[in-house]
């Protein structure tokens, strides 16, 4: 595609319901980032993946987190029983490849309100 | 461990005002540099790439410098506009690293 999509724009979900949160990257970036962006902090960064290495999930905040990425194209950030602190906008970028010199590319995020 | 500062945090100024939004960084081993700008309830838009190899590029009012060995690069916004009212963030990549760390931002307000 064009730019970098992320669905839901906006989700509310209850206390302790897991959510999903899609990105799909630009077509032929094999990196994909996921950061999180809570109200007033900087960008926190949670996990990237480069083609078909294991993704580094050292930002995760905890185990609720996961994300797949499939036929290394879309991604999908899991969080499980999810709790009011993880009410965040949530973003997607995408780079040509990991190690290259091209910049990120963001998507316009998900906003997710844990209520 | 890269750590990227933002200085000022908020900056008010009159339109038609040349400014210079700043960004350090602690590693001067950085592969690249990118300065983002993100308005409210809004993802990020990327404004300007800087090589390790490059000082500066400019876009349009954009300038943007780096200067590894001080760990400096400053974005400077020729006669500003209120519709460059925004966040601009800073972000810098390592050179063995995959990820950017950001800084904290500038939010910019350009009165008309």
């Known amino acids: 595609g064009a730019g970098v999509s992320q669905s839901p724009s906006n989700k509310v979900t209850e206390k302790g319901k897991d959510v999903e949160l899609r990105c799909d990257p630009i077509?032929?970036?094999?990196?994909l980032y996921w950061y999180r962006q809570s109200l007033g902090q900087g960008l926190e960064f949670l996990i990237y993946?480069?083609?078909?290495?294991?993704?580094?999930k050292s930002g995760l905040p905890s185990d609720r987190f996961s994300a797949e990425r499939t036929g290394g194209s879309v991604s999908t950030l899991t969080i499980q029983r999810t709790q009011q602190e993880d009410s965040a906008v949530y973003l997607c970028?995408?780079?040509?490849?990991?190690?290259?010199?091209?910049?990120?590319?963001f998507g316009s995020g998900t906003r997710l309100t844990v209520v | 461990k890269q750590e990227v500062t933002q200085i000022p945090a908020a900056l008010s100024v009159p339109e038609g005002e040349n400014l210079v939004l700043n960004c350090s960084f602690t590693d001067s081993a950085i592969y690249n540099l990118q300065w983002f700008r993100q308005d409210p309830g809004k993802g990020l838009t990327s404004l300007l790439l800087i090589q390790s190899s490059q000082r500066e590029q400019t876009s349009g009012r954009l300038n943007a410098s780096l200067d590894k060995s001080s760990g400096r690069s400053t974005l400077y916004i020729a006669a500003s506009q209120p519709g460059d009212s925004a966040t601009y963030l800073c972000a810098g990549k390592e050179t063995s690293g995959s990820r950017l760390t950001f800084g904290e931002g500038t939010q910019l307000t350009v009165n008309p």
């Open positions: 077509s032929g970036h094999t990196a």
């Open positions: 970028a995408s780079s040509l490849t990991l190690t290259s010199g091209d910049g990120y590319t």
């Open positions: 993946f480069q083609g078909n290495s294991a993704p580094d």
